[in-house]
C-alpha cells in the first residue's frame, strides 16, 4: 500500500472477493530523519505511511510497514546512478518492480505465510492456454501500466493479484469516495520517487561521490558544436537545455561515456526502424521464433509501433519496425505486445 488511490482500493476490492488482506508498506526512503521521508513525498515519504495507515483502519485490516532500504539502495539507486554515468538512461520503476517488489516482497510476504501479494498497479493477469502466464493490457488504456511489469517471472505472476486493472480511474476514485476513503482524490505520483525534484545529474553526483566532467557536443562526423555540462544532464531525443546556437532546431543523437562526447544532429536523424536489445525476458510466450510479430513499446509513453522480433544470439533480440520511430534510447526498456498481452521485452542496448 503506498498510500495511494489505487492500492487502497485494491485492498478493499480483494477484502470484498473474501480474501485475508494485510497492508504493507515499503520503506526504502534511504534517509532516517523525519523532515527529510516528509519533505520527499510520493510513494517514499512518511506521508505515504501515514495514508496508508488510515486506510487499512477504515478498511479494518492488520498493517505492516516492511524496510527494504538495502535492497532499494542496491537494485534501484546503484543501477540508476550506474546506468547515467556508462550514458544510458535507465528505468528504476521496472528495477523497483522486478527486484524490490517482486522479489524482496514478495519473498517476505511469503516467509510470514501470505499466498499472493497484490498491487494497485493498472493491469491484469491471466493464465493462457499454453501454461504460461501473462500480463494483460488494463481496461483503461491511458492508465494502463504494462510496460513497467513486463520484466516478471513467471512464478511472480503466479504468486500476483492485481484487481484494479479492471476498472477506469475514474471508477476506482468513486469507490475509494463511496467508502469515504481520505485519499480518494490524492493526485497520482509521477515522479522518479527518490529524486523528487528531478535534478538527476546533481543526485548522481552527490551521491555516486564521482564529479561528472564536461565535455564537448559533436556531430555525427565528429565536428564540435559546442560544450556540455555533463553527460548524465542528457538523454537520448533530448532538446531542451542544450544552449547550441546552430542555427536550427538540434537533438541528442547518442552519449559517448569513453570519449565524455554528446552527439547532436537535427530532427530527422533521432529516427530509426530498428534496435537491438538484451537482458530478454518472455512471458506470454517460452521463446521468440524468427521475425515474431509484435507491437512494440520503446518507453512508457509511447504507443507502440509494429514490429517484428528475431533472436540473434543466446541474450540478444532484434527489433525491425514497419516505421521509424523516434529517439530509441539506450538504457530504456522495449515491450512487445501480442495483442492485449506482454509477450516478453528486453533493454535496448542501441
Aim: hydrophobic share 35%.
Amino acid at each position: 500500500m503506498s498510500g495511494g488511490v489505487d492500492s487502497s482500493v485494491a485492498a478493499y476490492l480483494l477484502k470484498q472477493q473474501g480474501y485475508d488482506v494485510i497492508g504493507v508498506t515499503m520503506q526504502i526512503w534511504q534517509q532516517e530523519d523525519n523532515q527529510t521521508m516528509e519533505e520527499n513525498g510520493g510513494c517514499c515519504g512518511l506521508s505515504a505511511v501515514e495514508d496508508a495507515r488510515r486506510v487499512a483502519q477504515m478498511l479494518d485490516i492488520p498493517y505492516y510497514v516492511m524496510n527494504f532500504r538495502r535492497e532499494f539502495d542496491e537494485k534501484v539507486i546503484q543501477y540508476f546512478m550506474k546506468e547515467y554515468l556508462e550514458g544510458r538512461t535507465p528505468n528504476p520503476c521496472i528495477a523497483c518492480n522486478r527486484y524490490v517488489k517482486w522479489e524482496s516482497l514478495l519473498q517476505r510476504s511469503l516467509e510470514i505465510g501470505a499466498d499472493y501479494i497484490a498491487t494497485g498497479h493498472y493491469a491484469r493477469i491471466d493464465l493462457l492456454p499454453n501454461g504460461r502466464y501473462a500480463i494483460r493490457q488494463s481496461v483503461t488504456a491511458h492508465k494502463d501500466q504494462t510496460y513497467a511489469l513486463y520484466n516478471l517471472t513467471q512464478e511472480q505472476l503466479s504468486r500476483t493479484l492485481m484487481p484494479v486493472g479492471n476498472y477506469e480511474k475514474t471508477q476506482i476514485r468513486e469507490i475509494a469516495d463511496s467508502l469515504g476513503l481520505y485519499v480518494a482524490h490524492k493526485p497520482d505520483s509521477m515522479e522518479i520517487c527518490f529524486v523528487p525534484d528531478q535534478d538527476y545529474a546533481r543526485f548522481i553526483e552527490e551521491n555516486s561521490g564521482k564529479k561528472v566532467p564536461e565535455g564537448n557536443f559533436v556531430t555525427a562526423d565528429g565536428r564540435v558544436v559546442g560544450r556540455h555540462r555533463g553527460i548524465t544532464h542528457y538523454t537520448v531525443g533530448q532538446r531542451k537545455g542544450l544552449n547550441l546556437s546552430m542555427g536550427h532546431p538540434v537533438f541528442v543523437l547518442e552519449i559517448r561515456p569513453e570519449t565524455n562526447e554528446v552527439v547532436v544532429g537535427d530532427g530527422s536523424e533521432v529516427f530509426t526502424d530498428r534496435l537491438i536489445c538484451d537482458r530478454l525476458n518472455f512471458m506470454s510466450v517460452p521463446d521468440f521464433v524468427d521475425d515474431f510479430p509484435v507491437v512494440a513499446k520503446i518507453r512508457y509513453n509511447h504507443s507502440g509501433t509494429k514490429a517484428r522480433v528475431r533472436r540473434i544470439g543466446e541474450d540478444l533480440a532484434e527489433v525491425v519496425f514497419e516505421e521509424p520511430v523516434r529517439a530509441v534510447t539506450p538504457g530504456q526498456a522495449v515491450v512487445f505486445y501480442d495483442g492485449e498481452y506482454v509477450a516478453g521485452g528486453g533493454t535496448i542496448i542501441r
